[in-house]
């Protein structure tokens, strides 16, 4: 059992709340979803990016066809109006009869060309609408599982978030009974050396950078006074023979 009298061994176990704390913490920040996520996001990305002058065409496509309906819609009414012309008894001379027939064969004529033209169009933007629309689907199932990835990960972190708070109620806990002096300089030297400022001495190497002490220092420290603050002579970091 840990002699929680001596505030070394006490200073080991806040290492320890220290380190599951830091592995935690990677973790939330680091969640395998997380990439998961982002590959999706680009793959999304790729996907707009490759079809992006694909819609254009078919946009300019839709943009030709709607003028083409505008003008046909107008030459509809025109030979409508023409039409009625000649069939009141308000049309004129035979010359006059004449023109408005010519006049009126000649839209029927541009209608038709408008027309053929809008077949063609039709023709063009049918196999565009299918990409689109088959990238669409694509990206809709991209996002679904991005929504889903990320309420899965959200899940994850907030019962991680749970843990983590609890370690840190009892590293602090375990910290007030550490002197303060201690406790500071146990915080200097994890924050300079990864995260590990204090280490135990074990069968002459220190736990903290796996390095061998001489044998000259290994004895030394077997002869301090047990309250004695002592450090790794490899790497620094608070040493608990």
Same mark, same amino acid.
């Given at each position: 059992?840990?002699?929680?009298?001596?505030?070394?061994?006490?200073?080991?176990?806040?290492?320890?709340?220290?380190?599951?704390?830091?592995?935690?913490?990677?973790?939330?920040?680091?969640?395998?979803?997380?990439?998961?996520?982002?590959?999706?996001?680009?793959?999304?990305?790729?996907?707009?990016?490759?079809?992006?002058?694909?819609?254009?065409?078919?946009?300019?496509?839709?943009?030709?066809?709607?003028?083409?309906?505008?003008?046909?819609?107008?030459?509809?009414?025109?030979?409508?109006?023409?039409?009625?012309?000649?069939?009141?008894?308000?049309?004129?001379?035979?010359?006059?009869?004449?023109?408005?027939?010519?006049?009126?064969?000649?839209?029927?004529?541009?209608?038709?060309?408008?027309?053929?033209?809008?077949?063609?169009?039709?023709?063009?933007?049918?196999?565009?609408?299918?990409?689109?629309?088959?990238?669409?689907?694509?990206?809709?199932?991209?996002?679904?599982?991005?929504?889903?990835?990320?309420?899965?990960?959200?899940?994850?972190?907030?019962?991680?978030?749970?843990?983590?708070?609890?370690?840190?109620?009892?590293?602090?806990?375990?910290?007030?009974?550490?002197?303060?002096?201690?406790?500071?300089?146990?915080?200097?030297?994890?924050? @300079? $050396?990864?995260?590990?400022? #204090?280490?135990? /001495? =074990? *069968?002459?190497?220190?736990? +903290?950078?796996? %390095?061998?002490?001489?044998?000259?220092?290994?004895? @030394? $420290?077997?002869?301090?006074? #047990?309250?004695? /603050? =002592? *450090?790794?002579?490899?790497? +620094?970091?608070? %040493?608990?023979?």
């Amino acid at each position: 059992m840990t002699d929680h009298q001596n505030p070394f061994e006490l200073l080991l176990e806040v290492q320890e709340e220290d380190i599951r704390h830091d592995q935690l913490r990677h973790q939330i920040d680091n969640h395998p979803l997380l990439a998961q996520i982002a590959a999706l996001h680009e793959q999304s990305v790729s996907i707009d990016g490759s079809t992006r002058a694909q819609r254009m065409e078919r946009d300019a496509y839709i943009v030709r066809q709607s003028e083409i309906e505008d003008k046909v819609r107008d030459l509809d009414r025109r030979v409508g109006e023409i039409n009625d012309r000649l069939r009141s008894d308000s049309s004129g001379s035979f010359r006059d009869q004449a023109a408005m027939s010519k006049e009126m064969n000649s839209l029927i004529e541009r209608k038709r060309t408008l027309e053929d033209e809008e077949l063609e169009l039709m023709e063009l933007i049918e196999p565009l609408e299918a990409l689109l629309n088959r990238a669409h689907e694509t990206q809709q199932r991209l996002h679904s599982q991005a929504r889903a990835d990320h309420e899965a990960m959200t899940k994850e972190r907030r019962e991680l978030m749970i843990q983590l708070d609890e370690i840190v109620s009892q590293r602090n806990a375990l910290a007030l009974s550490v002197p303060e002096s201690l406790l500071n300089e146990y915080n200097r030297l994890r924050a @300079r $050396l990864g995260g590990i400022g #204090a280490a135990r /001495l =074990v *069968h002459g190497m220190c736990s +903290g950078c796996n %390095l061998a002490l001489s044998a000259t220092e290994v004895d @030394r $420290l077997r002869h301090v006074n #047990a309250m004695e /603050l =002592v *450090h790794c002579d490899q790497c +620094g970091r608070i %040493l608990v023979p």
